[in-house]
């Protein structure tokens, strides 16, 4: 009814926007409730309704004025301004004696508030925050974090705040939202990394939850060495060791060898306190000091190694197994009764089930007779469905390339009962330049519920990068099993399966390369070694978009989350760095500046550097075509 409200009936519109006069107050709520729900409406359209709840906000019944409460709590979230008039009425419910009232008005006023506002805004949150319940706090702290990627300039204001309600009492759900708040902005706006960091190394100081304080230790061994004066946190990170659990302690010992291999000069004091903690009561803390410190006397070599690349490595498989949440409010649809007080459900992905995958046919390619004498692989592709995951044969794809040929596997599971499939192989053909099959490994037998792997190797020129499509036909020879001997029958049927192409990318030539620190490997490269190109993308809609598809193209890894695009921002540059697949594998940085021209086109400013003059110009043109 409400989606035909505005489908274009005046007879139905007019009835609805009349309803907003009933004498009953249910009627006329009703009738606000529905145009505030309806989709793509204006600030025009919406007014009748906002006037009508900016009354019922100061109505003598609570249940009223937590209703328009609620309803412009909801309507802020995607129409801001028409809700600003009543920014003034909302104000004042900040002292209601209901604090489901007062938070939800708190909430609006973030929402609507200006960047001149904020200011006053954190001193009333001030003064009601500690009289309301936990689940309360945290939908505040949920909104000051969309505030401070709405207006990054406030970012000292509202961590001071933060900080503060650190130290407030709160049980764990609060104080994780505070620390999560924290980590967004640091990671949302670089200016407030250093400020962010000092706050949360105040936090450990006094923090009663283990899990909280090993995140905080584990942060700050991956960014306090990116700072400009890394030293300031050892203090903070050795008292743990002293004061601390076991668990604590032992995370402190790790952020510590973090600092010792990434910054070189603090090497010799770190390991003087590395060796302090080689007689802690714990085996854990100890058998991490010990094993720390032996790498970090040892030659740089073991250095990036063992502790480095093991840094890196944990933190990709983090990232690949965290459930990533969205730091801008939620957004409601028509109807959706979704309480705003509630956290956003995180969406989960199949990233942590895909990179054991990789794992496993990585080592089973290490494994195969025939294949580990070419080695580990450059990069290996995520698995890929190329048949529907219901039917009889379920076969995912995985792409290992290498400088100068490219294997392609292919993982199959029989789902067809007393049925045993012999000489598996995948036949591949297709118009792509560079690429000549040189041979295949199939599979001798499938039985009926096993999975198995058969390989296709194709032969590359080791200076191009060959893209395109690859039909794939499934052939086998197929045996019926008699039920009662369970025998399969002597002769056997050939047959094919028809699968999906299979598509090659620039990205399965790339592997996302972990930095330190960006801006420094950019500045010792060069310019010398840099190709630019501006270019307009008048497909994308939003930058957001246009950064997705940057990241998405060229595998790269993102420095800093920089691939998140600040809400309502006009320019953003995401750094970018990989290494691709050559002999030896080139090093590269991209830096992409995406940004709004004059007609309101996204454009792009590309700017690469590393590796030679060919391999640039390769990935300037195929991010064109």
């Not at 302690?249 to 590395?274: G, H």
């Not at 920089?562 to 590269?588: D, E, N, Q, Y």
Request: aromatic share 8%; net charge negative.
């Amino acid at each position: 009814y409400q989606r035909r409200v505005h489908g274009g009936s005046p007879d139905l519109s007019a009835f609805v926007v009349n309803s907003l006069k009933h004498s009953s107050e249910m009627v006329v709520f009703e009738a606000a409730k529905c145009l505030c729900s309806l989709k793509n409406v204006n600030v025009k359209d919406l007014t009748p309704a906002i006037l009508v709840l900016q009354l019922y906000l100061t109505s003598h019944k609570s249940v009223l004025r937590f209703a328009a409460v609620r309803l412009l709590n909801k309507v802020a979230t995607s129409q801001p301004l028409a809700v600003t008039t009543c920014n003034i009425d909302m104000e004042s419910l900040i002292t209601d004696p209901n604090r489901y009232i007062a938070t939800l008005a708190i909430t609006t006023l973030l929402k609507t508030g200006s960047e001149f506002s904020v200011d006053r805004l954190m001193k009333q949150i001030n003064s009601f925050i500690n009289d309301i319940a936990d689940e309360f706090k945290v939908a505040v702290i949920d909104a000051l974090k969309v505030l401070c990627v709405k207006f990054p300039h406030k970012h000292t204001v509202l961590l001071s705040f933060l900080s503060e309600a650190l130290r407030d009492e709160g049980g764990y759900d609060f104080k994780k939202a505070i620390v999560d708040a924290i980590i967004s902005i640091i990671d949302t706006i670089p200016p407030a990394k250093e400020e962010g960091l000092l706050h949360l190394c105040e936090f450990i100081e006094d923090c009663e939850f283990t899990q909280l304080s090993q995140r905080v230790l584990h942060l700050l061994g991956q960014m306090g060495p990116t700072t400009s004066t890394p030293h300031k946190y050892i203090r903070y990170i050795y008292n743990r060791v002293i004061l601390e659990t076991p668990a604590v302690r032992a995370a402190s010992v790790s952020a510590l060898a973090k600092f010792a291999a990434l910054c070189p000069p603090l090497r010799p004091s770190i390991r003087v306190l590395l060796q302090r903690v080689m007689r802690d009561d714990d085996d854990e803390v100890r058998d991490r000091a010990v094993f720390y410190n032996s790498v970090l006397a040892a030659e740089d070599g073991d250095v990036e190694t063992f502790i480095i690349e093991v840094a890196n490595l944990t933190k990709t498989r983090r990232a690949h197994l965290e459930v990533k949440t969205n730091i801008e409010a939620p957004q409601y649809e028509p109807g959706d009764e979704k309480d705003e007080l509630s956290t956003a459900q995180p969406t989960t992905d199949q990233s942590g089930r895909h990179h054991k995958q990789v794992e496993k046919a990585v080592k089973q390619l290490a494994a195969h007779p025939k294949l580990k004498a070419f080695g580990p692989p450059h990069k290996t592709s995520d698995p890929e469905h190329i048949t529907d995951p219901e039917s009889e044969f379920v076969v995912t794809s995985l792409k290992h390339t290498y400088p100068d040929h490219v294997i392609f596997e292919f993982g199959i599971h029989n789902n067809m009962d007393d049925v045993i499939l012999q000489n598996v192989r995948v036949k591949m053909a297709g118009d792509v330049e560079g690429l000549e099959e040189v041979a295949q490994w199939p599979i001798q037998q499938l039985k009926s519920g096993e999975e198995q792997s058969c390989y296709v190797l194709f032969a590359k020129d080791p200076d191009t990068f060959a893209t395109g499509a690859l039909a794939s036909v499934m052939h086998f020879t197929m045996l019926e099993v008699d039920k009662e001997t369970g025998e399969p029958e002597a002769d056997g049927t050939d047959d094919e399966y028809q699968l999906e192409e299979v598509v090659v990318n620039v990205c399965d030539y790339m592997e996302a390369l972990e930095m330190a620190n960006f801006h420094n490997e950019w500045d010792a490269i060069g310019e010398l070694e840099q190709s630019a190109e501006t270019f307009s993308l008048a497909s994308m809609k939003t930058l957001q978009a246009a950064a997705d598809e940057i990241v998405g193209f060229l595998g790269m890894e993102a420095f800093n989350n920089s691939k998140l695009v600040p809400a309502k921002s006009k320019a953003h540059t995401v750094f970018l760095a990989g290494c691709m697949c050559t002999s030896p594998p080139s090093k590269l940085l991209v830096k992409a500046k995406v940004f709004y021209s004059t007609e309101q086109i996204v454009t792009l400013e590309f700017a690469i550097r590393g590796g030679d003059e060919p391999l640039r110009q390769f990935l300037t043109q195929e991010l064109v075509s």
